[in-house]
Protein backbone atom coordinates (compact mmCIF):
# COMPACT_ATOMS: atom_id res chain seq x y z
CA UNK A 1 0.00 0.00 0.00
CA UNK A 2 1.37 3.40 -1.08
CA UNK A 3 0.58 7.10 0.30
CA UNK A 4 1.39 9.05 3.30
CA UNK A 5 1.19 8.11 7.01
CA UNK A 6 3.04 9.00 9.63
CA UNK A 7 4.65 8.32 13.06
CA UNK A 8 4.44 10.56 15.27
CA UNK A 9 6.72 10.53 18.74
CA UNK A 10 4.81 10.86 21.64
CA UNK A 11 6.41 8.93 24.42
CA UNK A 12 8.30 11.35 26.28
CA UNK A 13 7.85 12.56 30.33
CA UNK A 14 8.25 16.26 29.06
CA UNK A 15 10.03 17.07 32.24
CA UNK A 16 10.73 20.16 32.30
CA UNK A 17 6.86 20.60 32.68
CA UNK A 18 6.64 19.57 35.85
CA UNK A 19 3.55 17.99 35.18
CA UNK A 20 2.26 14.55 36.17
CA UNK A 21 0.06 14.47 32.82
CA UNK A 22 2.29 13.51 29.79
CA UNK A 23 3.63 16.66 27.85
CA UNK A 24 1.58 15.72 24.66
CA UNK A 25 -1.95 16.16 26.22
CA UNK A 26 -0.89 19.68 27.51
CA UNK A 27 -3.54 21.90 25.79
CA UNK A 28 -3.03 24.73 23.41
CA UNK A 29 -5.73 26.30 21.07
CA UNK A 30 -8.28 24.31 22.68
CA UNK A 31 -7.31 21.03 22.32
CA UNK A 32 -4.31 18.75 23.27
CA UNK A 33 -0.53 19.09 21.59
CA UNK A 34 -1.08 15.84 19.84
CA UNK A 35 -4.17 16.41 18.85
CA UNK A 36 -3.01 20.03 17.11
CA UNK A 37 -0.59 17.36 15.53
CA UNK A 38 -2.73 14.65 14.28
CA UNK A 39 -4.92 17.34 12.69
CA UNK A 40 -1.92 19.07 10.61
CA UNK A 41 -1.16 15.24 9.45
CA UNK A 42 -4.69 14.43 8.74
CA UNK A 43 -4.96 18.04 6.58
CA UNK A 44 -1.78 17.01 4.52
CA UNK A 45 -3.35 13.99 3.45
CA UNK A 46 -2.16 11.34 5.78
CA UNK A 47 -4.25 7.81 5.74
CA UNK A 48 -2.51 6.39 8.83
CA UNK A 49 -1.51 7.96 12.04
CA UNK A 50 0.73 5.93 14.09
CA UNK A 51 1.70 7.22 17.66
CA UNK A 52 4.57 5.92 19.52
CA UNK A 53 4.18 6.04 23.48
CA UNK A 54 5.49 5.45 26.49
CA UNK A 55 5.58 7.85 29.78
CA UNK A 56 1.37 7.61 30.28
CA UNK A 57 0.58 5.76 27.44
CA UNK A 58 -2.46 4.69 28.86
CA UNK A 59 -3.56 8.33 29.17
CA UNK A 60 -2.71 8.97 26.00
CA UNK A 61 -4.15 6.08 24.48
CA UNK A 62 -7.20 6.81 26.31
CA UNK A 63 -7.24 11.02 25.61
CA UNK A 64 -6.55 10.41 21.70
CA UNK A 65 -9.17 7.45 21.21
CA UNK A 66 -9.73 6.49 17.82
CA UNK A 67 -7.59 9.32 16.41
CA UNK A 68 -4.46 7.21 16.02
CA UNK A 69 -3.10 3.74 16.51
CA UNK A 70 -0.41 3.07 18.86
CA UNK A 71 2.65 1.47 19.44
CA UNK A 72 4.71 1.63 22.76
CA UNK A 73 8.50 2.71 23.59
CA UNK A 74 8.93 0.76 26.48
CA UNK A 75 12.40 2.04 27.30
CA UNK A 76 13.39 5.75 25.67
CA UNK A 77 16.58 5.15 23.96
CA UNK A 78 16.17 7.95 21.25
CA UNK A 79 14.20 9.03 18.83
CA UNK A 80 15.80 6.13 16.05
CA UNK A 81 14.83 3.99 18.74
CA UNK A 82 11.24 5.41 19.04
CA UNK A 83 10.44 4.67 14.85
CA UNK A 84 11.61 1.07 15.02
CA UNK A 85 8.92 0.41 17.51
CA UNK A 86 6.54 1.15 14.60
CA UNK A 87 8.37 -1.38 11.76
CA UNK A 88 5.92 -4.85 12.22
CA UNK A 89 3.33 -1.98 11.86
CA UNK A 90 4.33 -0.63 8.78
CA UNK A 91 5.47 -3.96 7.35
CA UNK A 92 2.93 -4.12 4.36
CA UNK A 93 3.28 -0.48 3.29
CA UNK A 94 5.65 0.66 0.77
CA UNK A 95 4.91 4.58 0.89
CA UNK A 96 6.11 7.36 2.21
CA UNK A 97 6.71 7.56 6.27
CA UNK A 98 6.53 10.81 7.31
CA UNK A 99 7.67 11.34 11.51
CA UNK A 100 6.06 14.05 13.53
CA UNK A 101 7.11 15.34 16.82
CA UNK A 102 3.82 15.07 19.46
CA UNK A 103 5.06 18.32 20.59
CA UNK A 104 5.13 20.76 17.79
CA UNK A 105 1.31 22.09 18.08
CA UNK A 106 2.24 24.82 15.48
CA UNK A 107 2.11 22.70 12.89
CA UNK A 108 0.21 23.46 9.88
CA UNK A 109 -0.94 20.58 7.60
CA UNK A 110 -0.27 22.85 4.12
CA UNK A 111 3.51 23.28 5.54
CA UNK A 112 3.42 19.15 6.08
CA UNK A 113 1.87 18.83 2.68
CA UNK A 114 4.42 20.82 0.73
CA UNK A 115 7.22 18.57 2.90
CA UNK A 116 5.69 15.56 1.48
CA UNK A 117 5.33 17.09 -2.15
CA UNK A 118 8.50 18.14 -2.16
CA UNK A 119 10.14 15.28 -1.12
CA UNK A 120 8.12 13.05 -3.51
CA UNK A 121 9.23 15.25 -6.30
CA UNK A 122 12.67 15.28 -5.55
CA UNK A 123 13.13 11.64 -5.73
CA UNK A 124 14.33 11.21 -1.98
CA UNK A 125 14.58 8.90 0.10
CA UNK A 126 15.05 10.87 3.02
CA UNK A 127 13.67 14.60 3.55
CA UNK A 128 14.25 16.79 6.45
CA UNK A 129 11.72 19.63 7.38
CA UNK A 130 14.16 22.86 8.18
CA UNK A 131 14.26 26.04 9.96
CA UNK A 132 15.91 29.76 9.82
CA UNK A 133 16.06 30.21 13.71
CA UNK A 134 17.21 33.31 14.91
CA UNK A 135 18.94 31.58 17.68
CA UNK A 136 19.57 27.85 16.79
CA UNK A 137 21.23 27.28 20.63
CA UNK A 138 20.33 23.94 21.22
CA UNK A 139 18.84 22.39 17.75
CA UNK A 140 20.75 20.04 15.53
CA UNK A 141 22.16 21.29 12.80
CA UNK A 142 21.85 20.83 8.80
CA UNK A 143 24.96 20.15 6.69
CA UNK A 144 24.36 20.79 3.31
CA UNK A 145 26.21 20.02 0.04
CA UNK A 146 26.50 22.70 -2.49
CA UNK A 147 23.63 20.83 -4.75
CA UNK A 148 21.17 21.86 -1.64
CA UNK A 149 21.09 17.99 -0.33
CA UNK A 150 21.99 17.20 2.94
CA UNK A 151 24.87 16.05 4.15
CA UNK A 152 24.39 14.75 7.53
CA UNK A 153 22.57 16.58 10.34
CA UNK A 154 24.43 16.92 13.63
CA UNK A 155 23.22 17.33 17.27
CA UNK A 156 24.14 20.52 19.35
CA UNK A 157 26.51 18.42 21.63
CA UNK A 158 28.11 16.57 19.01
CA UNK A 159 28.50 19.78 16.63
CA UNK A 160 32.35 21.33 15.82
CA UNK A 161 32.76 24.94 16.07
CA UNK A 162 32.12 25.22 12.42
CA UNK A 163 29.16 23.79 12.09
CA UNK A 164 27.60 25.26 15.26
CA UNK A 165 27.85 28.72 13.34
CA UNK A 166 24.86 26.98 10.78
CA UNK A 167 21.48 28.67 11.29
CA UNK A 168 19.55 26.11 9.62
CA UNK A 169 18.35 23.43 12.04
CA UNK A 170 16.58 20.52 11.97
CA UNK A 171 12.95 20.51 13.25
CA UNK A 172 12.83 17.04 14.04
CA UNK A 173 9.92 16.54 11.26
CA UNK A 174 11.03 13.89 8.29
CA UNK A 175 9.72 12.35 5.56
CA UNK A 176 11.28 8.85 4.78
CA UNK A 177 10.86 5.98 1.85
CA UNK A 178 9.79 3.02 3.97
CA UNK A 179 12.17 0.33 3.23
CA UNK A 180 14.93 2.77 3.19
CA UNK A 181 14.40 3.91 6.65
CA UNK A 182 14.35 0.88 8.40
CA UNK A 183 17.33 -0.79 6.46
CA UNK A 184 19.00 2.24 7.87
CA UNK A 185 17.53 2.28 11.41
CA UNK A 186 19.23 -1.71 11.55
CA UNK A 187 22.72 0.04 11.19
CA UNK A 188 22.27 2.79 14.05
CA UNK A 189 24.52 2.83 16.96
CA UNK A 190 24.25 4.54 20.10
CA UNK A 191 27.70 6.01 20.21
CA UNK A 192 26.83 9.42 20.79
CA UNK A 193 27.43 12.05 23.75
CA UNK A 194 23.88 10.74 24.51
CA UNK A 195 24.28 7.53 24.29
CA UNK A 196 20.93 6.91 22.17
CA UNK A 197 20.07 6.05 18.67
CA UNK A 198 19.42 9.21 16.75
CA UNK A 199 17.49 9.38 14.23
CA UNK A 200 19.01 11.98 12.34
CA UNK A 201 22.23 9.62 11.86
CA UNK A 202 19.98 7.61 9.47
CA UNK A 203 20.34 10.67 6.84
CA UNK A 204 24.50 9.79 7.35
CA UNK A 205 24.12 6.10 6.43
CA UNK A 206 21.62 6.61 3.34
CA UNK A 207 24.10 9.07 2.11
CA UNK A 208 26.90 7.22 2.56
CA UNK A 209 24.97 4.21 0.51
CA UNK A 210 24.65 6.87 -2.09
CA UNK A 211 21.12 7.51 -1.76
CA UNK A 212 19.34 11.04 -2.14
CA UNK A 213 18.85 12.90 0.72
CA UNK A 214 17.02 16.31 0.59
CA UNK A 215 15.55 19.32 2.49
CA UNK A 216 12.84 21.71 2.57
CA UNK A 217 12.90 25.08 4.53
CA UNK A 218 9.46 25.99 6.14
CA UNK A 219 8.63 29.74 5.51
CA UNK A 220 7.49 30.16 9.00
CA UNK A 221 10.37 28.84 11.58
CA UNK A 222 7.40 29.41 14.77
CA UNK A 223 5.67 26.39 13.22
CA UNK A 224 8.29 24.16 13.97
CA UNK A 225 8.42 25.16 17.37
CA UNK A 226 8.61 22.48 20.39
CA UNK A 227 7.14 22.66 23.45
CA UNK A 228 9.23 21.58 26.41
CA UNK A 229 8.55 24.57 28.92
CA UNK A 230 5.05 25.74 30.30
CA UNK A 231 6.63 29.35 29.23
CA UNK A 232 6.98 27.85 25.84
CA UNK A 233 3.33 26.26 26.10
CA UNK A 234 2.38 29.76 26.89
CA UNK A 235 4.17 31.53 24.10
CA UNK A 236 2.18 28.77 21.58
CA UNK A 237 -0.89 29.81 23.02
CA UNK A 238 -0.35 33.58 22.06
CA UNK A 239 0.58 32.56 18.31
CA UNK A 240 -2.21 30.43 17.93
CA UNK A 241 -4.63 33.13 19.66
CA UNK A 242 -3.04 35.54 17.02
CA UNK A 243 -3.57 32.92 14.31
CA UNK A 244 -7.12 32.58 15.03
CA UNK A 245 -7.70 36.53 15.69
CA UNK A 246 -6.90 36.90 12.09
CA UNK A 247 -8.34 34.46 10.36
CA UNK A 248 -11.63 35.80 11.95
CA UNK A 249 -11.25 39.27 11.18
CA UNK A 250 -10.20 38.49 7.61
CA UNK A 251 -13.84 36.80 6.92
CA UNK A 252 -15.38 39.85 8.47
CA UNK A 253 -15.27 39.27 12.59
CA UNK A 254 -14.97 42.34 14.45
CA UNK A 255 -12.22 41.94 17.49
CA UNK A 256 -11.91 44.89 19.29
CA UNK A 257 -9.30 43.59 21.50
CA UNK A 258 -7.25 40.53 20.02
CA UNK A 259 -4.58 40.75 22.74
CA UNK A 260 -7.36 40.48 25.45
CA UNK A 261 -9.74 37.79 23.44
CA UNK A 262 -9.09 34.07 23.51
CA UNK A 263 -10.66 32.23 20.74
CA UNK A 264 -9.76 28.58 20.28
CA UNK A 265 -8.66 26.81 17.45
CA UNK A 266 -11.97 25.21 16.05
CA UNK A 267 -14.39 28.00 16.78
CA UNK A 268 -16.73 29.26 14.15
CA UNK A 269 -17.66 32.70 14.16
CA UNK A 270 -20.25 34.38 11.52
CA UNK A 271 -19.62 38.07 9.96
CA UNK A 272 -20.22 40.94 11.56
CA UNK A 273 -20.42 39.70 14.60
CA UNK A 274 -18.92 42.10 17.47
CA UNK A 275 -16.49 40.11 20.41
CA UNK A 276 -15.73 42.39 23.21
CA UNK A 277 -12.56 42.37 25.18
CA UNK A 278 -12.15 39.57 28.05
CA UNK A 279 -14.17 36.96 26.36
CA UNK A 280 -13.17 33.05 26.24
CA UNK A 281 -14.80 30.95 23.35
CA UNK A 282 -13.82 27.59 23.57
CA UNK A 283 -14.22 24.04 22.05
CA UNK A 284 -16.61 23.76 19.74
CA UNK A 285 -18.62 26.82 19.67
CA UNK A 286 -19.90 28.20 16.66
CA UNK A 287 -21.50 31.78 16.68
CA UNK A 288 -23.94 33.48 14.14
CA UNK A 289 -23.74 36.21 12.11
CA UNK A 290 -24.59 39.90 13.51
CA UNK A 291 -23.80 39.19 17.33
CA UNK A 292 -22.55 40.85 20.13
CA UNK A 293 -20.66 38.92 22.79
CA UNK A 294 -18.74 40.30 25.92
CA UNK A 295 -17.35 41.52 27.52
CA UNK A 296 -16.33 39.28 29.93
CA UNK A 297 -17.70 36.16 28.55
CA UNK A 298 -17.25 32.74 28.57
CA UNK A 299 -18.26 30.54 26.14
CA UNK A 300 -17.64 26.43 26.06
CA UNK A 301 -18.84 24.10 23.36
CA UNK A 302 -22.17 26.05 22.71
CA UNK A 303 -23.60 27.30 19.30
CA UNK A 304 -24.98 30.85 19.53
CA UNK A 305 -27.80 31.80 16.42
CA UNK A 306 -27.81 34.84 14.72
CA UNK A 307 -28.52 38.55 15.93
CA UNK A 308 -27.77 37.20 19.88
CA UNK A 309 -26.58 39.81 22.28
CA UNK A 310 -24.90 38.09 25.15
CA UNK A 311 -22.50 39.86 28.06
CA UNK A 312 -20.92 39.10 31.61
CA UNK A 313 -22.06 35.92 31.00
CA UNK A 314 -21.00 32.01 31.13
CA UNK A 315 -22.65 28.91 28.70
CA UNK A 316 -20.98 25.36 27.92
CA UNK A 317 -22.86 22.69 26.43
CA UNK A 318 -25.70 24.46 25.29
CA UNK A 319 -28.02 26.29 22.98
CA UNK A 320 -28.49 30.01 22.65
CA UNK A 321 -31.49 30.72 19.35
CA UNK A 322 -30.90 33.73 16.92
CA UNK A 323 -32.19 37.29 18.66
CA UNK A 324 -31.89 36.17 22.47
CA UNK A 325 -30.60 38.45 25.09
CA UNK A 326 -28.09 36.93 27.25
CA UNK A 327 -26.52 38.97 30.37
CA UNK A 328 -25.48 40.46 32.60
CA UNK A 329 -24.13 37.91 34.84
CA UNK A 330 -26.17 34.62 33.62
CA UNK A 331 -24.97 31.08 33.62
CA UNK A 332 -26.37 28.77 31.05
CA UNK A 333 -25.58 25.15 32.58
CA UNK A 334 -25.51 21.68 30.33
CA UNK A 335 -28.27 21.16 28.00
CA UNK A 336 -30.15 24.42 28.16
CA UNK A 337 -31.66 25.24 24.85
CA UNK A 338 -32.68 28.90 24.48
CA UNK A 339 -34.83 29.97 21.45
CA UNK A 340 -35.35 32.39 19.69
CA UNK A 341 -35.96 35.83 21.15
CA UNK A 342 -35.80 34.84 24.65
CA UNK A 343 -34.45 36.98 27.22
CA UNK A 344 -32.59 36.14 30.16
CA UNK A 345 -31.86 39.01 32.36
CA UNK A 346 -29.13 39.61 35.78
CA UNK A 347 -28.21 37.05 38.18
CA UNK A 348 -30.11 34.02 36.50
CA UNK A 349 -28.85 30.10 36.41
CA UNK A 350 -30.46 28.13 34.16
CA UNK A 351 -29.71 24.00 33.59
CA UNK A 352 -31.01 21.16 31.61
CA UNK A 353 -34.29 23.34 30.27
CA UNK A 354 -36.10 24.11 27.11
CA UNK A 355 -36.96 28.44 27.05
CA UNK A 356 -39.59 28.82 24.55
CA UNK A 357 -39.57 31.42 22.11
CA UNK A 358 -40.02 35.30 23.28
CA UNK A 359 -40.04 34.15 26.68
CA UNK A 360 -38.68 36.00 29.54
CA UNK A 361 -36.76 35.17 32.16
CA UNK A 362 -35.56 38.94 33.54
CA UNK A 363 -33.97 38.47 36.90
CA UNK A 364 -32.97 36.52 40.09
CA UNK A 365 -34.52 33.08 38.65
CA UNK A 366 -33.12 29.69 39.41
CA UNK A 367 -34.66 27.46 36.35
CA UNK A 368 -33.49 23.78 36.41
CA UNK A 369 -34.87 20.55 34.64
CA UNK A 370 -38.04 22.57 32.98
CA UNK A 371 -39.55 22.29 29.72
CA UNK A 372 -40.91 26.42 29.60
CA UNK A 373 -43.30 27.01 26.56
CA UNK A 374 -43.50 30.14 24.31
CA UNK A 375 -44.17 33.76 25.54
CA UNK A 376 -43.70 32.61 29.27
CA UNK A 377 -42.95 35.85 31.56
CA UNK A 378 -40.77 34.40 34.91
CA UNK A 379 -41.08 37.53 37.67
CA UNK A 380 -37.92 37.78 39.59
CA UNK A 381 -37.12 35.39 42.22
CA UNK A 382 -38.79 32.54 40.66
CA UNK A 383 -36.94 29.12 41.36
CA UNK A 384 -37.99 25.42 40.22
CA UNK A 385 -37.88 23.32 42.58
CA UNK A 386 -36.61 20.47 40.92
CA UNK A 387 -34.32 18.25 43.37
CA UNK A 388 -36.22 16.54 46.24
CA UNK A 389 -33.07 15.26 48.17
CA UNK A 390 -33.29 11.77 45.92
CA UNK A 391 -34.82 12.78 42.91
CA UNK A 392 -34.55 15.92 40.44
CA UNK A 393 -38.24 16.11 38.91
CA UNK A 394 -39.08 18.41 36.09
CA UNK A 395 -41.54 21.32 35.70
CA UNK A 396 -43.34 22.51 32.67
CA UNK A 397 -44.90 25.97 32.33
CA UNK A 398 -46.96 26.19 29.44
CA UNK A 399 -47.40 29.04 26.64
CA UNK A 400 -48.25 32.43 27.70
CA UNK A 401 -48.42 31.30 31.60
CA UNK A 402 -47.31 34.59 34.32
CA UNK A 403 -45.69 33.20 37.11
CA UNK A 404 -45.48 35.86 40.10
CA UNK A 405 -42.52 37.38 41.78
CA UNK A 406 -40.93 35.70 44.22
CA UNK A 407 -42.85 32.26 43.63
CA UNK A 408 -41.32 28.30 44.22
CA UNK A 409 -42.62 25.77 41.68
CA UNK A 410 -41.93 22.36 43.52
CA UNK A 411 -41.29 19.61 40.82
CA UNK A 412 -42.84 17.93 39.08
CA UNK A 413 -45.16 20.07 38.66
CA UNK A 414 -47.31 22.00 35.62
CA UNK A 415 -48.37 25.91 35.31
CA UNK A 416 -51.31 25.09 32.66
CA UNK A 417 -51.20 27.59 28.98
CA UNK A 418 -52.28 30.94 30.17
CA UNK A 419 -52.21 30.43 33.83
CA UNK A 420 -50.99 32.43 36.55
CA UNK A 421 -49.16 32.16 39.38
CA UNK A 422 -49.58 34.88 42.02
CA UNK A 423 -46.57 36.42 43.81
CA UNK A 424 -45.12 34.85 46.73
CA UNK A 425 -46.41 31.44 46.13
CA UNK A 426 -45.04 28.20 47.04
CA UNK A 427 -46.75 25.54 43.99
CA UNK A 428 -46.86 22.05 44.77
CA UNK A 429 -49.68 20.90 42.34
CA UNK A 430 -50.76 21.57 39.11
CA UNK A 431 -51.96 25.00 38.18
CA UNK A 432 -54.88 24.37 34.90
CA UNK A 433 -54.62 26.44 31.47
CA UNK A 434 -56.24 29.92 32.15
CA UNK A 435 -56.18 29.48 35.96
CA UNK A 436 -54.55 31.27 38.92
CA UNK A 437 -52.86 29.36 41.43
CA UNK A 438 -52.12 30.77 44.59
CA UNK A 439 -50.21 28.43 47.65
CA UNK A 440 -49.45 31.11 50.63
CA UNK A 441 -50.56 31.76 54.15
CA UNK A 442 -52.90 34.55 54.90
CA UNK A 443 -51.33 37.05 56.23
CA UNK A 444 -51.35 37.73 60.16
CA UNK A 445 -50.61 41.07 61.53
CA UNK A 446 -50.26 41.16 65.47
CA UNK A 447 -50.87 44.49 67.18
CA UNK A 448 -48.35 46.11 69.35
CA UNK A 449 -45.51 43.38 68.53
CA UNK A 450 -42.93 45.54 68.51
CA UNK A 451 -43.86 47.16 71.75
CA UNK A 452 -43.68 43.73 73.31
CA UNK A 453 -40.82 42.75 71.90
CA UNK A 454 -38.59 45.73 73.30
CA UNK A 455 -39.64 44.88 77.05
Known sequence: ???????????????????????????????????????????????????????GGDVVKSTIGNQAEFVEQAEQLGTGHAVMQAQEVLKDFDGTVMVLCGDTPLLKGSLLKRLYEE?????????VLT????????????????????????????????????????????????????????????????GEYYLTDVFSILNDQKEKVWAVTADDYEQTLGINSRAQLANAERILRERKA???????????????????????????????PFTWIEGNTVIGENCEIGPNTRLTDTTIGDGVTMHFAYAHECEVGSGAIVGPYVHLRPKTKLCEN??????????????????????????????????VNMGCG???????????SRTTIEDDAFVGCNSNLVAPVTIGKGAYVGAGSTITKNVPSAALGIGRARQTNIEGWHDKRKK
Not at 119 to 127: D, L, M, P, S, V
Not at 269 to 276: A, E, L, N, R, S
Not at 354 to 366: A, V
Open 342 to 375: VKVGNFVEVKNSIIGSGSKLPHLSYIGDSDVGSG
Open 131 to 194: AKMPDATGYGRVIRLADGSVSKIVEQKDANSEELLVDEVNSGIYCFDREALFGALAKLNCNNAQ
Open 1 to 55: MAGLLTVVLAAGKGTRMKSKLPKVLHKVGGKAMLEKVLDAANQAGATRNIVVVGF
Open 382 to 392: TITVNYDGKTK
Open 246 to 276: VELMENGVTIMDPSSTFIDTDVVVGKDTIIY
Open 119 to 127: HQKAGAKAT
